[in-house]
């Protein structure tokens, strides 16, 4: 049996201008890390075996897995759209908005909407292709937002919409 795995579906070209700035770092950052870990590696290297060589084979490993990262961050920024304007209607939730869901038992829930690249679940950002985003997408103001979930069905209440400067 071969390994094959299908494509993964494409994911929303959308971005927030922090979102892509901290892309660009990253890509930055990146690249200056590689010059580090090539004269490492060429150190490495001159050590003689490679064979039984550990830190060769970290560099060799910490090299391709930097490399990965560029390469699809070099395929990636082309394509995004960087989103800057608010939407005409700021009453209701879309791309960018942060938001308050107030659940069944009064406990209270605050996400932004932002593109897959730049999602971080421990700062409040969700992806716009989540369940999340999708079932509170285009609601105001004390609407109700179900979200099927593994567990079952959730209810949330939206208390509060608002877009950053």
Do not use: C
């Amino acid at each position: 049996m071969g390994r094959y795995r299908p494509p993964q579906p494409k994911s929303s070209p959308y971005i927030t201008p922090q979102g892509y700035e901290r892309l660009q770092q990253e890509q930055k950052n990146l690249w200056a890390r590689r010059k580090v870990t090539t004269a490492a590696l060429a150190a490495a290297a001159a050590e003689g075996d490679r064979s039984e060589n550990a830190e060769y084979i970290y560099r060799k490993k910490e090299l391709r897995e930097i490399d990965r990262r560029i390469r699809y961050l070099q395929k990636r920024l082309p394509d995004l759209k960087v989103v800057r304007d608010k939407p005409s209607d700021a009453g209701k939730v879309y791309f960018g908005a942060w938001f308050t869901l107030e659940d069944e038992q009064g406990g209270e829930h605050r996400y932004r909407i932002v593109g897959p690249d730049e999602f971080d679940l421990m700062q409040g950002l969700i992806s716009m292709d989540s369940p999340m985003a999708k079932a509170a997408m285009k609601k105001g103001l004390d609407d109700e937002v179900v979200v099927e979930t593994p567990q079952g069905r959730k209810l949330y209440y939206i208390t509060d919409i608002h877009y950053p400067d």
